[in-house]
């Protein structure tokens, strides 16, 4: 029995597409390992949004050709595509798959092992046909139903190495939704580069949520992460449905109006702060999550600081900060003003200073209230997984199972930058 290990970098349409390869070697009879330990093959699903990305996917490279220097070594994701010719140049990898091409991962290792070498450039090109991720990582089933970006941001390499905008048709969303369900899914994710674009002959982003809340089954729905510009009043009705999760990762990036104009953002801090006072009317405890860039080029001490002002007043439950990164072949690569480093630092650890004590109190008005929890791991007695709010909790039970949902009485709560809810089951 063959054994196979991945490690995957970036975001969550990285993850969901590395559980779908995981489930698909399981299926062929292949045993997952952990990437620290001997395996046959090893798959790095890389990142490259920023030089800190390029560097950790160079580095779990030289780790894996060091572990076994008979194996197999894959790279596909998005340092594939952005420095494809670097990365075909070293001698230890066997294969640099590209994100058109990455469903095509296992019948490529198969064919090595039966002493057919292809080039990956021969395989089939096809962003959907990723089948089932019943064997992943992850108790929760993701679910892509779209790639690419169109938007072009002026400091986004996306949509070089992601490609055009392209969505799967509804049909196929829906009949993946309904096996996975089937096959004892309890929380549905959602996932894309862009997904709020969603377009397929007719159907908007918003078509597809209703869809799919409509569908038979205990199950409840979360969003993986949407762009503000598509944030439509429809979707915005939706969000109370009973299925779907209280959570939502909006995407801010900056709280300065003329740093949103120069990313080239399809929104203003005004129009995002409409969102969030739109979706907190329907549940004031509604989490939203964010991501801000800081040290964008011209960024001065007034645009750091009305950044720090917005996530004050918009309460977010966890800021993801990004120190920006110069992705070559950007408009920004090109802007003058680009900040010092040390800059940029100073002003991320106040970023994170300032989120960790928002995201602190957050999660502190949980305490006395009741969750609903889907169970991922367990511990004799102790059960831990999310709420629907997307917190972290641990539990104590009888008989607690894995991919159960079980009410949860919140308690207490973790001293710590990423804090976990305690509670008792009900």
């Known amino acids: 029995m063959k054994k196979v290990a991945f490690k995957t970098l970036g975001?969550?349409?990285?993850?969901?597409?590395?559980?779908?390869?995981?489930?698909?070697?399981?299926?062929?009879?292949?045993?997952?390992?952990?990437?620290?330990?001997?395996?046959?093959?090893?798959?790095?699903?890389?990142?490259?949004?920023?030089?800190?990305?390029?560097?950790?996917?160079?580095?779990f490279i030289n780790q894996?050709?060091?572990?076994?220097k008979d194996s197999v070594l894959v790279v596909t994701g998005c340092m594939a595509n952005n420095a494809k010719e670097e990365l075909e140049n070293r001698e230890e990898i066997n294969y640099v798959v590209e994100n058109d091409q990455k469903t095509s991962v296992f019948s490529l290792v198969e064919a090595h092992f039966k002493g057919e070498i292809i080039h990956p450039s021969k395989l089939n090109a096809d962003l959907f046909s990723y089948g089932s991720t019943d064997k992943g990582f992850h108790t929760r089933s993701m679910i892509k139903i779209q790639d690419g970006c169109d938007n072009f941001c002026t400091f986004c390499i996306i949509p070089s190495v992601r490609g055009r905008a392209a969505s799967r048709p509804i049909q196929d969303i829906l009949t993946?939704?309904?096996?996975?369900?089937?096959?004892?899914?309890?929380?549905?994710?959602?996932?894309?580069?862009?997904?709020?674009?969603?377009?397929?002959?007719?159907?908007?982003?918003?078509?597809?949520?209703?869809?799919?809340?409509?569908?038979?089954?205990?199950?409840?729905?979360?969003?993986?992460?949407?762009?503000?510009?598509?944030?439509?009043?429809?979707?915005?009705?939706?969000?109370?449905?009973?299925?779907?999760?209280?959570?939502?990762?909006?995407?801010?990036?900056?709280?300065?109006?003329?740093?949103?104009?120069?990313?080239?953002?399809?929104?203003?801090v005004k129009r995002f702060k409409e969102i969030v006072n739109k979706v907190r009317s329907i549940n004031p405890n509604f989490n939203i999550t964010t991501d801000i860039i800081i040290g964008f080029p011209n960024e001065t001490e007034d645009d750091f600081s009305a950044t720090c002002d917005a996530i004050k007043e918009l309460n977010f439950g966890h800021v993801h900060t990004f120190?920006?990164?110069?992705?070559?072949?950007?408009?920004?690569e090109r802007m003058p003003e680009q900040i010092d480093e040390r800059i940029k630092t100073k002003r991320s650890e106040i970023i994170?200073?300032?989120?960790?004590?928002?995201?602190?109190?957050?999660?502190?008005?949980?305490?006395?209230?009741?969750?609903?929890?889907?169970?991922?791991?367990?511990?004799?007695?102790?059960?831990?997984?999310?709420?629907?709010?997307?917190?972290p909790v641990q539990f104590s039970g009888v008989n607690i199972q894995k991919n159960k949902f079980y009410k949860v009485n919140i308690t207490d709560m973790e001293d710590g930058s990423d804090p976990v809810l305690k509670g008792e089951m009900i």
């Open 176 to 268: 993946n939704i309904r096996e996975v369900i089937a096959q004892g899914a309890k929380e549905i994710v959602i996932t894309g580069v862009n997904i709020g674009r969603y377009e397929f002959e007719g159907y908007k982003f918003d078509d597809v949520v209703e869809q799919i809340l409509d569908l038979d089954g205990e199950f409840r729905l979360r969003i993986s992460s949407i762009e503000p510009d598509g944030f439509g009043n429809k979707f915005l009705s939706l969000l109370n449905h009973p299925k779907m999760t209280p959570h939502l990762h909006l995407c801010l990036q900056s709280g300065s109006e003329p740093i949103l104009l120069q990313m080239r953002r399809m929104y203003t």
């Open 64 to 68: 894996a050709n060091k572990r076994n």
């Open 323 to 332: 120190k920006y990164s110069i992705r070559k072949g950007t408009r920004a």
């Open 352 to 391: 994170r200073n300032l989120s960790d004590k928002i995201k602190n109190n957050y999660r502190k008005s949980f305490i006395g209230k009741t969750q609903t929890i889907l169970v991922e791991k367990t511990d004799g007695e102790i059960g831990s997984g999310y709420g629907e709010y997307y917190i």
């Open 11 to 59: 975001c969550r349409l990285n993850q969901y597409e590395t559980d779908a390869l995981a489930s698909q070697f399981q299926a062929n009879d292949y045993e997952l390992v952990s990437f620290d330990d001997p395996a046959d093959v090893y798959v790095i699903n890389s990142c490259t949004v920023t030089h800190q990305s390029d560097h950790k996917s160079r580095n």
